[in-house]
Every structure is written in C-alpha cells, then in structure tokens.
C-alpha cells in the first residue's frame, strides 16, 4: 500500500537532531500527496480537506494525526531551541551581579590611581556600571548638543551621541584588547570593558560641568585633572598587568592617548564655545550635521571671503 | 492500515505551551465566547481597561492591577502622541519632521526595552511585556507636561513661560518616576532598587529633557 513508504519515512524522521522545518516541510507535502491517494479511493474530498488542515481537530485517521503530532513536536522543538537562543541574556547574568554600594565604591574608585605597579591589580568583570556610565554620558552629550543649538536635523541628534558613546566604549575597548592580546598583557574583554566604561566617569563628570560653566581654562583645568587621574587609574592597572617596558609603553600610550583625546574631541566638536562664537545666524543655509570649528571667530571668515573675491577678482 | 494500529497515539494529545502571561489575560482558545459580541462591545472593554490603568498611573497606589493584565496599546497612543506632539520643534524649519517622530519613538521603545533586560539582569521577577507595559504608561504625566508647555508656548516664549515648563516638567518627571518605581521596585531583591531606579531616571530624565527644550517653528 502507499501507506507503507510514509511508514517509513516518520521512521526516519525521528533522529533528535532535528530537521530544518524545511525538510518537514516536504515530508508533509509527500504526506499530504500519499493521503491524497487515499483519499480519492476512500471517502473522497471531505477527508481531503481535513487532512490538510495542519491543527489538531478535525483529522481524521491515524495517519493524519501522526503527521499532525509530529508537525507538532518538530515545531515545540524548534520553537524552544530559538527561545533559549534568544533567551541567552542568561550568559550576561552573572556580570549584573552587584550592590550599588559596589558601584559607588568602584566609581570612586575609578578616580584613583593606584601605587602598586608590581603585581597584577584586580579588575572586577562588571557591566552595569560601566553600561550604566555609557547612557549617563549620551545623556549629557545631548544635553550640551542641545544647549549649543547645534544645527544637526533632531533625527541624528540621538544617533550621533549614542553611535560616539557607545562606538567609544565597544571600540577602543576592543583595540585595546587587541593590543593586549599582542603585548601579553594579562585582560580579559570582560575586564577591559569594565576598566573603560569606569574610566568615563571621568569624562562625564568633566562634561557635565564644563557644558554648563563655559569657560576655556575651566576645561583645560578639568581635562588634565579629572581626565588625567581616571587615565592614570587605567594605564596603572594596565601597567601592572604588562611586562616588559615597550609592551607598557606601547598599551599605556595608546590609552591615554585615546582617552584624553575622547574627551578633548566631546568637547569640541559638541559644545559651543562662548568667546568667539561661530554663528549660527547662517543657520538656514548649512547642510545639516556640519561640525563648524566653533573657535574660528567670525574675522577670519570674512577675511577667507573677501580673500577669494580678490582672487576671483584677478583671474 | 492494520499495520499502524501498533503505533501509540494517544487519542487527545494535550496542548501545551509556554504562556509567560500572568493570570487574568484571555487565551485565544476562549474567544468563541468574546468572537459573537458586537464590536462596541469588545473595544470598550479594552478601552475601559486602557483607562483604568491611566488612573492606577495618575494615583499609584501599590495594586498589581498594572502588572496582571498588561496590554501594550496605551503606551502605543502615548507615545505616538507624545511623537506627534515633539514634532516641528528643530530650528531647521525645512525639516518635514520626520527623523523627529522616529527619534522620540526608537528612544521610548529601546530605553524600554534596555530598562527592562537591566531590570531581569539584575534579577527582577517581572516579566518582559509587564515592565514595557509599566514603563510605557508612566509616560503619562510627561504627555499632559508636553500639552501644557505647547498650550503655554502659545502664549509666549520668555523667560517667565520657561519657568512655568520648567516646573511643569520637573514636576511630572518626578510624577513618573515614583510612579515607574512604584510598580517596578517591588519585583527586585530589596537592597538593589537603586540600581533598577537610575535608569529609570535617566529615561524619564532624557524625554523630559527632549520635552523641555522643544521649540516650536
């Protein structure tokens, strides 16, 4: 009978390692052919009609209902293996696992520069902080983009300060990794992430202040200070975790310059400057997200233009 | 067929699944009883529910009505709305307003949803959909903020109207804030609530800000 070949077939259906739904797909148009058969020779379009109908009631025979059952089991299956694939935040768990007087201790913490170069300093491989510091930073960014007037279309508004803060901390973390990896430094990614998002306190709190209290001098005060103790702190760490000099020095520098330039550019390019202000009365007519160099006062742009009318002027 | 007559089916294979929704919500299987009633009827019991969560929001209180039978269409009608309103408010007045109302609403939906997985991270017990549901209604008091600074920014926009806004929005931050800590703080281990409520802050924190600096064209 053709029934027998269907027999066959779920037989070899039932491996555990799961078949694509495709492959169950096909099955069950074979399937659906074979009934077909027999259903023209038996009770004809009426159980055509059921035994397509994939649910639970309405099949009828045992055929259509072992089909039906295996449909069923194949689709738990897959249904569960993509649930605890997307489940998996559980891997994150355990790098959430903090009380927030650990948080405070290790923000303080993360101002410190500690003594101890000569044996490797413990890293706590956490990431709510560090996360935690990532959105406070896009908040104050927006804050100053938005107190500056900066003339960007609101879309990329948001973008820009999260695309900069969080391509800052997976990035250079990232490189820096990289280059630990090459200079055998003893890291973890975990750890390194950890160490660069504490080392944004820094850069918030020198943000925070500066986007407010706008003076020149003020900043450079708050850069080599603030800026340079959470350096200090992480080349520190990093340091007693290297060995050999040129290994230190090429994963120190790097650091700290990343680091002090990261806030040098926040600054600058998100922020406007008062004394000198480049304005933005021509605000109409710039294409938008235009980074203007906000010191150049408005005396040398008049110079520039009446520099190229002279020499449009003489061609 | 004699042949299949050894295979062991049984003859009712249960149902089963996983349902992650708290007691209370209608599973489809019991919508025979709901599917003969007319349409009136089953769009004011939803709006009815909608609307008693508004008031758990407005006054919240600690009941679990929030958490049982969440639904997830009134921070949709909040945050459109919220998005509507936001609109026209960059200084480029060529803007069609566009990337505005996508900014406001991916920021809603994905600081939800980073609040929420920082929440279960930290070992919360409310579910997914629960705590986008608290969230998404604690946007409430920052919508009536919003209305009342365009309604004040009619009138003018000095020094004295962004005083008035300025308390306003600080005033319904706050509001939502206790509100969003009221329902979501008790489902944490009790000494880390300070680590769920400083997101929650900063989201509320970063639309009232967006609220705030709003400029009309």
Redesign the interface.
């Known amino acids: 009978?053709g029934?027998?070949s269907a027999?066959i077939d779920m037989e070899n259906m039932d491996d555990t390692s799961g078949s694509s739904f495709e492959d169950m797909g096909e099955m069950h148009q074979r399937m659906k052919e074979e009934e077909e058969e027999e259903a023209e020779g038996e009770a004809g379009a009426a159980e055509e009609e059921d035994g397509e109908f994939l649910g639970?009631k309405g099949l009828r025979?045992?055929?259509g209902?072992?089909v039906?059952?295996q449909m069923?089991q194949v689709g738990?299956r897959q249904a569960s293996r993509a649930?605890s694939l997307y489940a998996n935040?559980d891997i994150?768990?355990p790098?959430?696992?903090?009380?927030?007087i650990q948080?405070r201790a290790r923000l303080l913490e993360s101002m410190i520069p500690v003594k101890m170069i000569n044996f490797p300093q413990k890293i706590a491989g956490e990431l709510?902080g560090p996360?935690?510091l990532v959105?406070?930073l896009v908040?104050i960014l927006?804050?100053g983009m938005?107190t500056s007037?900066t003339?960007i279309?609101?879309?990329?508004?948001?973008?820009t300060a999260i695309g900069t803060c969080f391509g800052y901390w997976l990035g250079v973390s990232s490189f820096i990794y990289f280059l630990a990896y090459l200079c055998n430094a003893q890291i973890t990614m975990v750890q390194m992430l950890s160490l660069l998002g504490y080392g944004l306190f820094g850069h918030c709190i020198t943000l925070f202040v500066t986007y407010n209290i706008h003076f020149h001098s003020l900043f450079y005060i708050f850069w080599l200070g603030v800026g340079g103790l959470s350096t200090l702190r992480m080349v520190a760490v990093l340091v007693s975790r290297t060995v050999g000099h040129t290994q230190r020095l090429i994963l120190c520098g790097t650091l700290a310059a990343l680091h002090m330039l990261f806030l040098l550019y926040l600054h600058f390019a998100y922020h406007k400057v008062v004394e000198g202000i480049l304005d933005?009365l021509e605000?109409?007519n710039m294409p938008?997200f235009q980074r203007v160099a906000r010191d150049i006062p408005v005396v040398s742009s008049a110079v520039l233009n009446t520099t190229a009318k002279a020499i449009a002027l003489t061609l | 067929f004699a042949g299949l007559a050894d295979v062991s089916i049984s003859e009712d294979i249960p149902v089963e699944g996983e349902i992650t929704v708290p007691v209370g919500s209608r599973s489809p299987d019991e919508d025979y009883s709901t599917l003969d009633e007319p349409v009136r009827d089953t769009i004011m019991r939803d709006l009815k529910a909608v609307g008693k969560k508004f008031v758990h929001v407005m006054y919240p209180k600690k009941s679990s009505a929030l958490l049982r039978d969440w639904d997830l269409w009134g921070p949709l009608v909040l945050c459109v709305s919220l998005a509507l309103m936001l609109q026209g408010g960059s200084a480029d007045s060529k803007d069609d307003g566009g990337p505005q109302f996508a900014e406001v609403f991916v920021i809603i939906w994905f600081g939800a949803v980073v609040i929420t997985l920082n929440s279960k991270l930290l070992g919360g017990t409310i579910s997914f959909f629960q705590s986008l549901c608290v969230l998404g209604y604690c946007v409430l008091p920052l919508t009536v903020a919003m209305l009342v600074c365009r309604l004040v920014l009619l009138a003018g926009s000095g020094t004295v109207s962004f005083i008035i806004r300025l308390i306003v929005v600080a005033a319904m931050f706050g509001w939502s804030t206790l509100a969003s800590t009221a329902f979501l703080a008790d489902s944490q281990p009790p000494n880390r609530k300070a680590l769920v409520v400083y997101p929650i802050f900063l989201f509320y924190f970063v639309i009232s800000w967006m609220i705030l600096t709003f400029t009309p064209q």
Do not use: C, N, S
């Not at chain 1, 790098?95 to 927030?100: A, G, I, N, T």
């Open positions: 009978q029934g027998g027999v639970m025979g045992q055929l209902r072992q039906a059952d069923w738990k649930f935040i994150l768990r790098y959430f696992d903090v009380e927030p948080v709510y996360l935690m959105f406070t908040a927006l804050h938005k007037d003339i279309r609101e879309g990329t508004l948001m973008g933005t605000g109409p938008p």
